[in-house]
RNA sequence: GCACCGCUAGCUCAAUGGUAGAGCAGUUGACUCUUAAUCAAUUGGUUGAAGGUUCGAGUCCUUCGCGGUGCACCA
């Protein structure tokens, strides 16, 4: 808080290496205050331009060409110092749509001000204002008439040009990787792009966004281990959420009949490139909607999406690049099997046939018909999905939340759609028959009774509101850090997650 | 949880068991069209932590911490 110059004021542990930088920085912040220019004194400045902005608009002006006499105010933070002798400094500021080249003279800003601008580190926050030119080496730039020193950068800056190669660092100071990387800001520019274009989406198909609460008595509507936490008012302990499941089911009961919720979920699960305890959830319903008309919307959400945020229908993710024009390709669960595993219907639908395929594929004997179902699908059908792929009628043993399908009662009313080899949403018709959920919630009890905690206890509520009847719904989950992997060609989740859960130091 | 890999200057990285180094940044000086500016000089180290082996450890061994990746667990 003081304006002190001591390093002693520092942070404890820092080297001596670094107790110096910072120490020359705290020195050229007394001599801006000595010059009256305090950097934390200044309360705004008048942004009238972005750097893209001044570099899209005067693309085309030339370096002969007289610039236009009009004034520009740019600011962020300084980043790159080319020093010409004692009257001229080149330099570039960093605002958030990218880098404007400066170019301040002495003879421009007057003596007084350029020896103030000597005072500036790597890393300041500065406000400057003039006009645009085009240097004779190509680049725009600002001729900068007067500046602020909006705020002084007192940490030693990381190399600009290599950025952070320290990932732990990274995650635990993404301030930093933000502020030197731009690919590393492009990512959660984008990941907020497709957020909100997934908000439009919805609205546009008359979609009523709903907060349901995270804190709850009982996590539902999935199976997954909960977090807990305590209320201390109410002496009550609590669950986070694992879904926004049955809530939004309830507010379809309401009468809401098109709801969704774009929302933080808590698992309390491990870790690794595509899972993360907290992530985010699109999940959405929509009252006498079959799973067509919701493949129909999900396939032109993430086409829309795609076309929104790449301005094609291509995405290229590692070595592949994924179409998501549509239609995109559709498969049956049992019809992938087959033609990736030579495995036929009769042998998966019977347990014993099931674990047998299972041994056969040289993979370790699961402890349910579903896991082993799942393990097979996984080492067969998984890795060949790479362009974007809805498999559809799952077996009932792997979805109790669905509907069973007409005509055939081995299956059920769900598809998931894959893409890059991992999964992106998954949707069914979801049950609305209140005994049926009932007795499914008296299986889950005694599934719990055995020892499985991933099972959730039930929510009577729920089948309550089921008894005051539910149109017939479908309802889809989608995996929106994923699609953001995906979007911006990132292998590991933590990295589209600005602060990813890391142990203390 | 298990296995493997990593942790060296502010940042990016070197260093057969034998004097811990470079580039950038910083500091000083030169340069009023530079852009990873350039040129000259120069400062900077508890090698993640603690033990051990050795005449000698950044390097080998043990334990621990943090991270990454894979497997397991898991939608």
Known sequence: MSGSSSPGDEPGDVGKREAELRAARRANLAALRARGRDPFLETRFDVTAHASELLERYANLSAEEQPPQVTFSVAGR???????????????????????????????????????????????????????????????????????????SLAPTPDKWHGLGDVEKRYRQRYVDLMIDERVRRIFLTRSA????????????????????????????????????HHNALGLDLDLRIATELNLKRLIVG?????????????????????????????LYAAYWSLHEMMDFNETLFAHVVEKVHASSDVKYGERTLS??????????????????????????????AARSLAEMGLPPSATHAQALDKIFERVVEPRLIDPTFVYDYPVALSPLAKRKAGDSDLVDRYEL???????????????????????????????????????????????????????????GIGVDRVVMLLTGQQSIREVILFPLQRPL
């Not at 009468?255 to 999940?283: A, C, K, S």
């Open 78 to 152: 300084l980043l790159g110092l080319r020093k010409m002798g004692k009257g001229a400094v080149w330099a570039d500021v960093w605002d958030r749509s990218g880098r404007l080249q400066i170019y301040v003279r002495a003879d421009a800003v007057g003596e007084e001000a350029f020896a103030a601008f000597d005072a500036l580190d790597l890393g300041d926050i500065i406000g400057v204002s003039g006009t645009v030119f085009r240097s004779k080496k190509g680049d725009l730039t600002l001729r900068v008439a007067r500046f602020e020193v909006l705020a002084k």
């Open 194 to 229: 497709i957020v909100a274009e997934m908000r439009r989406f919805c609205d546009a198909h008359g979609f009523v966004e709903c907060e349901t609460p995270t804190m709850l008595h009982v996590a539902g509507g999935a199976a997954a281990r909960p977090f807990r936490t």
């Open 418 to 476: 894959f893409a890059a080899n991992f999964e992106l949403s998954n949707a069914f018709t979801e049950l609305n028959d209140p005994d049926d959920q009932r007795a499914r919630f008296e299986a889950q009890i005694e599934e719990r009774k055995r020892g499985n905690d991933e099972v959730p206890a039930p929510d009577w509520d729920f089948v309550t509101a089921l008894e005051y009847g539910m149109p017939p719904t479908a309802g889809i």
């Open 324 to 353: 998501f024009a549509r239609p995109f390709r559709r498969m049956a669960y049992f019809e992938a099997l087959a033609q990736w595993g030579g495995l036929d219907r009769a042998t998966l639908l019977d347990p014993a046939g």
């Open 255 to 283: 009468g809401l009949e098109r709801v969704y919720e774009i929302g933080r979920i808590w698992r309390n699960e491990g870790i690794d490139t595509t899972h993360n305890p907290e992530f985010t959830m699109l999940e």
